[in-house]
């Protein structure tokens, strides 16, 4: 799964997500994308599911590209544990997502079968999002 090799901080406040994806917004390497629509964590695991969802469908057709990383650590208090006694480890870790964010990249395959990879990897992300071309101005929502 993806992660950082190190960190220079083991733990990382919430953060907030305002406003729209102002780099990584269009379609830069392949012919299709899967764009976020909302704010939001994405996790790892979803990172990898969504991936082997979109190399499946393609039948190892074609490139695929991941243009998020999920580099900020969420953490988690034990079960049934008390108030106090500071921050709880790192679970999982995410990929900070902001509206208007390309996440996936598809190329070097028919049209169809990259929708069909691309909409197979959108049941796989927590986010809304929706399938763009490079052709088409791949801004806003």
């Known amino acids: ?20 994806a ?3 917004a269009e379609v830069q390497f392949g012919e299709y994308g899967l764009q976020a629509l909302e704010p939001g964590w994405v996790s790892a695991r979803q990172l990898e599911a ?35 006694k500071g921050k709880g480890a ?3 870790w995410a990929a900070v997502v902001k509206p208007g964010r390309v996440l996936f990249e598809v190329g070097g395959m028919p ?13 796989k992300i927590s986010v ?3 399938i763009v071309a ?3 101005r791949a801004g806003g929502s």
């Open 128 to 130: 809304k999002t929706k």
């Open 22 to 24: 102002r780099r990584g």
């Open 90 to 92: 790192v679970e999982f």
């Open 134 to 136: 490079a052709h088409e």
């Open 1 to 20: 799964m993806l992660m950082p090799k190190r960190v220079k901080h083991r733990k990382q406040m919430r953060g907030r997500m305002r406003g729209m």
């Open 111 to 123: 049209e169809d079968i990259a929708h069909e990879a691309l909409t197979r990897a959108k049941y």
């Open 50 to 84: 969504a991936r082997r969802a979109i190399v499946r469908a393609a039948r190892r057709r074609g490139k695929v590209w991941i243009r998020v990383f999920p580099d900020k650590p969420i953490t988690q208090r034990a079960a049934e544990s008390r108030m106090g």
